[in-house]
């Protein structure tokens, strides 16, 4: 069975998109913990990260990698957290987030998103990727 980011990528579930590549997706989360909270996520269905090719993971690394430096203007804060927890969902997805201190990537403060503020957070973010330099963010 499909797990829900592969049908977000068919367009059978709708998502935020802010990075689409021939590898990977980077999507607004809809129950972020903190505004600007990106998912990177592999095209190919890989349930634990340290399963994936070192290629791919290499990739995934590159994209948050630029989605981070988006982050830090669109969204600033001290640092860009990287989590990979991957109970959820059994795709792996790499957890991108503007933090302030080490409690800003705790779960406990992820709540369901506006549908309107999921958007306005995507366009915000790819216009920054865009400004970048990032055609991937043209989606």
């Known amino acids: 069975m499909a797990s829900v980011f592969t049908l977000i990528m068919e367009g059978k579930i709708p998502g935020n998109f802010v990075w689409k590549d021939d590898k990977a997706i980077a999507i607004l989360t809809i129950q972020p913990i903190r505004q600007g909270h990106v998912l990177v996520i592999p095209r190919e ?14 990739h995934l690394m590159q994209v948050s990698h630029k989605i981070a430096n988006a982050l830090k203007v669109a969204y600033p804060a001290k640092r860009v957290g990287l989590m990979i927890a991957g109970l959820e969902v059994p795709h792996t997805h790499l ?17 369901n998103a506006d549908g309107d503020v999921l958007k306005q957070t995507a366009e915000k973010i790819r216009a920054t990727l865009q400004a970048q330099g990032h055609q991937e963010a043209h989606v």
């Open 45 to 58: 269905e890989i349930d634990h990260w340290n399963d994936l090719p070192l290629d791919l993971a290499a």
């Open 95 to 111: 957890h991108i987030v503007p933090v302030d201190h080490m409690g800003d990537l705790s779960f406990d403060h992820a709540k």
